[in-house]
């Protein structure tokens, strides 16, 4: 059954100053394009906080909302609730976009993540419900049942960047396939085990913090094999390149051809450029994270936390939290214990605290039904669809969170709680 957006037209109407303040209206591929009388007129705030609105614009004299993939619906709905004489879908342009850099920020990472809310949801309830069971050994983990619903809860964050790739791709207008292909190369099983070959040809930065090992050449060029499930950065970064080149490509081949040569040369030139390049340099941006974070609780446990708890939902929504979490690994191996991870397991919690006080608050039944999905999923510890469903796009309850993380991270750096491993299990 389709979507009914009468409700979310009549919001977006009354809060753009009503029907009579609406000269003209169109949309392209994400966003309602408003030319209104008075601008003024227009409720900024109240827009962006309504579900459904992931930001609001105004450039090129347009007054801009950007809904995203659902947009054309949205449309409907509004030119039917208004009677307006809709202008339809006009292509992306090059006006220059005034709003803030955290806007745009937010604007493409609601945009991206949106669409896959529900499965993160239903993957992290599933998820940390199987754990749950395991751990009170109500179900074997070596047992069929076990196994198949651990895969079932974490697939979609295994498989991550195979789901980023296509709605990367819609949100910088290229081949949706593409770019489920480029993620899917990125989770290949040969390039997963390959980063964990004991075939070593060399090692990059060794002595570091940065120290990788190379396994294999592309072209005689070293290639610093990593293990991509689970990111975020590498493939966004990959599929945005992957755009260039192909309307680039597009400029140049002949349109007889270019079903299946564009493809072609935007892969064979995207992913090596993505293995050589744009994945090695992402992760070590993580690494650079858990490089300084380990020497900042080595100066003072209190600000670390501080640090940890404010800073690792923003981490998390970029995918480079897996640089501490390489430290904590290593110091789990070589001590049995970890003082740095531990700082942010109450991050979580913040997050989902915010997230109840506004179920409890709002009156959008919609937003309820969001939230309270989105509050299940993060008493599990999976946060994702609450950060980027719920609390990021409307930005001040994020920052609460993040403040509330902090004094969660400061409390548990001033006490000096590490987290332990059982000496039997492996980590290799």
Same mark, same amino acid.
């Given at each position: 059954?389709?979507? *009914?957006? #009468?409700?979310?037209?009549? %919001?977006?109407?009354?809060?753009?100053?009503?029907?009579?303040?609406?000269?003209?209206?169109?949309?392209?591929?994400?966003?309602?394009?408003?030319?209104?009388?008075?601008?003024?007129?227009?409720?900024?705030?109240?827009?962006?906080?309504?579900?459904?609105?992931?930001?609001?614009?105004?450039?090129?004299?347009?007054?801009?909302?950007?809904?995203?993939?659902?947009?054309?619906?949205?449309?409907?709905?509004?030119?039917?609730?208004?009677?307006?004489?809709?202008?339809?879908?006009?292509?992306?342009?090059?006006?220059?976009?005034?709003?803030?850099?955290?806007?745009?920020?937010?604007?493409?990472?609601?945009?991206?993540?949106?669409?896959?809310?529900?499965?993160?949801?239903?993957?992290?309830?599933?998820?940390?419900?199987?754990?749950?069971?395991?751990?009170?050994?109500?179900?074997?983990?070596?047992?069929?049942?076990?196994?198949?619903?651990?895969?079932?809860? #974490?697939? =979609?964050?295994?498989?991550?960047?195979?789901?980023?790739?296509? %709605?990367?791709?819609?949100?910088?207008?290229?081949?949706?396939?593409?770019?489920?292909?480029?993620?899917?190369?990125?989770?290949?099983? $040969?390039?997963?085990?390959?980063?964990?070959?004991?075939?070593?040809?060399?090692?990059?930065?060794?002595? %570091?913090?940065?120290?990788?090992?190379?396994?294999?050449?592309?072209?005689?060029?070293? @290639?610093?094999?990593? *293990?991509?499930?689970?990111?975020?950065?590498?493939?966004?970064?990959?599929?945005?390149?992957?755009?260039?080149?192909?309307?680039?490509?597009?400029?140049?081949?002949?349109?007889?051809?270019?079903?299946?040569?564009?493809?072609?040369? $935007?892969?064979? =030139?995207?992913?090596?450029?993505?293995?050589?390049?744009?994945?090695?340099?992402?992760?070590?941006?993580?690494?650079?994270?858990?490089? @300084?974070?380990?020497?900042?609780?080595?100066?003072?446990?209190?600000?670390?936390?501080?640090?940890?708890?404010?800073?690792?939902?923003?981490?998390?929504?970029?995918?480079?939290?897996?640089?501490?979490?390489?430290?904590? %690994?290593?110091?789990?191996?070589?001590?049995?214990?970890?003082?740095?991870?531990?700082?942010?397991?109450?991050?979580?919690?913040?997050?989902?605290?915010?997230?109840?006080?506004?179920?409890?608050? !709002?009156?959008?039944?919609?937003?309820?039904?969001?939230? !309270?999905?989105?509050?299940?999923?993060?008493?599990?510890? @999976?946060?994702?669809?609450?950060?980027?469903?719920?609390?990021?796009?409307?930005?001040?309850?994020?920052?609460?969170?993040?403040?509330?993380?902090?004094?969660?991270?400061?409390?548990?750096?001033?006490?000096?709680?590490?987290?332990?491993?059982?000496?039997?299990?492996?980590?290799?």
């Amino acid at each position: 059954m389709a979507k *009914n957006y #009468d409700e979310l037209a009549k %919001t977006i109407i009354q809060n753009v100053g009503g029907k009579d303040n609406v000269t003209s209206v169109v949309h392209c591929a994400t966003r309602l394009r408003f030319k209104l009388k008075d601008e003024k007129k227009a409720n900024d705030d109240v827009l962006k906080d309504t579900d459904g609105v992931v930001t609001v614009v105004k450039a090129g004299g347009q007054y801009q909302v950007v809904i995203g993939n659902e947009v054309a619906d949205v449309y409907d709905a509004v030119v039917k609730e208004g009677g307006f004489n809709g202008g339809g879908q006009v292509p992306d342009d090059d006006v220059e976009d005034n709003s803030s850099f955290v806007d745009k920020a937010v604007a493409l990472i609601s945009g991206i993540f949106t669409d896959i809310l529900a499965p993160l949801s239903a993957g992290g309830i599933i998820k940390g419900l199987v754990v749950l069971v395991g751990a009170m050994g109500w179900l074997s983990t070596k047992s069929g049942t076990y196994q198949i619903l651990y895969a079932i809860g #974490d697939s =979609i964050f295994y498989f991550l960047p195979v789901f980023l790739g296509v %709605t990367a791709a819609r949100r910088f207008h290229m081949n949706q396939f593409i770019g489920l292909a480029i993620g899917a190369t990125l989770t290949y099983p $040969t390039m997963v085990q390959l980063a964990a070959s004991k075939t070593v040809l060399g090692t990059l930065f060794k002595g %570091t913090a940065f120290a990788s090992e190379i396994h294999t050449t592309f072209f005689g060029i070293p @290639v610093i094999t990593m *293990n991509y499930t689970s990111t975020v950065l590498p493939v966004l970064f990959t599929v945005w390149f992957a755009s260039i080149i192909e309307h680039w490509a597009k400029k140049w081949i002949p349109s007889v051809v270019q079903m299946f040569l564009v493809p072609v040369v $935007t892969m064979i =030139i995207a992913l090596p450029v993505a293995f050589i390049v744009i994945g090695p340099v992402m992760t070590w941006v993580g690494d650079a994270i858990g490089a @300084v974070m380990s020497g900042v609780y080595n100066f003072s446990p209190i600000i670390a936390g501080l640090l940890m708890g404010a800073l690792w939902q923003v981490l998390v929504i970029f995918g480079v939290h897996w640089g501490i979490v390489a430290v904590t %690994t290593a110091d789990l191996a070589a001590l049995g214990y970890d003082p740095i991870l531990g700082l942010s397991c109450m991050v979580c919690y913040a997050q989902i605290g915010v997230v109840l006080a506004i179920i409890r608050q !709002t009156k959008d039944k919609k937003l309820k039904e969001t939230a !309270t999905g989105a509050f299940f999923s993060g008493l599990f510890g @999976v946060t994702e669809p609450a950060i980027y469903g719920i609390t990021l796009p409307r930005k001040t309850p994020f920052v609460l969170s993040c403040i509330a993380g902090a004094v969660s991270g400061a409390i548990i750096g001033a006490f000096h709680y590490v987290l332990y491993i059982k000496p039997s299990i492996r980590l290799y």
